[in-house]
């Protein structure tokens, strides 16, 4: 078992916030969605969803230029489509929690909302969702600072619409961890 490692569960770290709304006579998902990926410029990426767990390590970059074609993205989304006509709204809120006692930044929480929303109904949307996270699990030994929110809305012209906000990782550490090999007796 010489030159083997125990990796545990890789931690994003870099990432980026990005934003689009595409509009298509065709379809949604080979239409309206690709053109809202490449408004955000990460429509080459095969893109996989998170859920709304920041880690304290993660850090704010500026999205890169370029990035391999057919890349796995891997992200926090909120998207939302509709119909000619309609108004769909998305949006995505994070903060950061620092202990109470010493203020180190253990990592963030991130809420993201869809829907016919005016730019104050979804910043109101968004802002209950991340207090009722904090309250039920996190108010007690931690405060919620640095709140941010992106949004991004559309009113198609064309047969359908997609808007959607990303937060995209970059990057990973993968934490090393101590090996531990149970040999077994042959009885």
């Known amino acids: 078992m010489n030159n083997t490692q125990l990796l545990g569960n890789r931690v994003p770290q870099d990432y980026f ?6 509009e298509s006579d ?21 893109i996989m969803s998170y859920s709304s767990i920041m880690p304290g390590i993660a850090r704010e970059i500026e999205q890169p230029m370029d990035y391999e074609h057919g890349e796995v993205m891997e992200s926090i ?17 994070h903060g950061w929690l620092y202990h109470s006692q ?7 929480l991130v809420c993201e909302r869809q829907g016919d929303y005016s730019t104050d109904e979804l910043h109101e ?8 996270l ?20 559309i009113i198609p012209t064309k047969e ?9 990782f970059v990057n990973h550490v993968y934490p090393q961890m101590e090996m531990q090999v149970e040999l077994s007796k042959a009885s």
Do not use: M, P
Request: hydrophobic fraction near 35%; charged fraction near 20%.
């Open 17 to 22: 916030i990005t934003k689009g709304a595409g």
């Open 26 to 46: 065709i379809t949604i998902h080979a239409g309206s969605f690709h053109l809202a990926l490449k408004e955000a410029g990460i429509e080459r990426a095969n």
């Open 77 to 93: 989304l909120s998207a939302g489509n509709c119909r000619k006509g309609e108004r769909i709204s998305v949006g995505i809120i």
């Open 102 to 108: 010493t203020q180190e930044r253990i990592g963030g």
């Open 125 to 132: 949307q968004l802002h209950l969702s991340l207090q009722e």
């Open 134 to 153: 904090y309250t039920n699990g996190f108010d007690d030994d931690y405060d919620l600072k640095d709140i941010t929110i992106n949004t991004e809305s």
């Open 160 to 168: 359908y619409g997609t808007a959607l906000v990303a937060i995209c």
